[in-house]
């Protein structure tokens, strides 16, 4: 009969958990930044989304050796593990995420006609901000 007790009495705080509004929002974003840039990531390697070396400002494009696509393929492999974090340890890889963004802000910013993606960018900043503080709160403790 304990059992019992104990699985009601173990089930019940997670309810509450699954039933608040800030848990919610942690695990959308949670999931969000966790696919979205592997996603993104895996896609620089084959550029079916859209052909990733033109976001690549012409002034990174001297700093960085070789070419724009092989930038890419760098840039996609950090996307690919800033999504890991964010899956793993939340609250390091929503900051890393929001760092990365900044850093695509900046090289959009300096493309003529890029600015609207810029602005979206700084949206997705703005989350990954909201997720490293929900991640305080939430993964900081296990619910189980």
């Known amino acids: 009969m304990s059992s019992a007790t104990t699985s009601t009495t173990s089930a019940t705080p997670r309810r509450a958990l699954l039933a608040d509004p800030g848990y919610q929002a942690f695990v959308i974003l949670r999931a969000a930044f966790t696919v979205a840039p592997i996603l993104f990531g895996l896609d620089k390697f084959a550029n079916l989304l859209v052909d990733w070396p033109a976001y690549l400002a012409p002034w990174i494009n001297d700093l960085v050796p070789g070419s724009a696509q092989a930038a890419m393929y760098a840039v996609g492999v950090i996307e690919i593990v800033a999504g890991i974090c964010v899956a793993l340890a939340p609250r390091f890889g929503a900051w890393l995420v929001a760092g990365w963004l900044a850093g695509i802000i900046l ?9 609207d993606i810029a602005l979206r960018d700084f949206g997705l900043l703005l989350a990954a901000v909201a997720l490293a503080r929900l991640a305080e709160r ?4 296990r619910h189980h």
């Open 138 to 141: 939430y993964h900081g403790k």
């Open 107 to 115: 090289d959009l910013l300096t493309i003529p006609d890029y600015y």
